[in-house]
């Protein structure tokens, strides 16, 4: 007679527990990612409000109107940097979603120039280096007059 008891483990493991413990663990890894990507996200605002200021700086002499409407839109995109570096991603997240029901309009037509604006990107990636030398190019100028 053999005993299969020996085969067997003494306690059941506690698959919900284990369950629990690896869904907290990458939510916790998915928040620390989410923060890495916001704080860069407003480094990156924050410097498009400094060029904001800048050039509101140069334009005051040519067009005062222009350079205080560049100013009061850059001092928005500070406002911006300051609250991407304050609140969570999940916060942001929330903020997005309310705004996108309150104006549906409004976030789908920034969806769509954001999306424009990439794509005008990518395509222009894209299209340096994909572009050809022509068959000459390793020809030097000499003796050509360009038109």
Do not use: W
């Not at 005993?3 to 629990?20: E, N, R």
């Not at 916790?28 to 990507?37: I, Q, Y």
């Not at 200021?53 to 140069?58: E, I, K, M, Q």
């Amino acid at each position: 007679m053999s005993d299969t008891s020996q085969y067997q483990p003494k306690t059941k493991p506690d698959l919900g527990a284990a369950v629990s413990e690896i869904k907290t663990a990458l939510t916790g890894k998915a928040e620390e990612l989410a923060d890495r990507s916001t704080e860069s996200g407003a480094a990156a605002v924050s410097a498009l409000g400094k060029t904001a200021a800048t050039l509101a700086g140069s334009l005051e002499e040519q067009s005062p109107a222009v350079a205080d409407y560049v100013r009061s839109t850059g001092q928005r995109i500070d406002r911006l940097a300051d609250d991407l570096r304050d609140k969570s991603a999940g916060e942001l997240l929330t903020m997005a979603t309310d705004f996108g029901k309150r104006q549906p309009l409004a976030l789908l037509a920034g969806s769509a120039i954001v999306g424009f604006a990439l794509s005008r990107i990518v395509k222009a990636g894209m299209g340096a280096s994909a572009e050809p030398a022509g068959p000459r190019a390793d020809e030097p100028n000499v003796g050509r007059i360009d038109v």
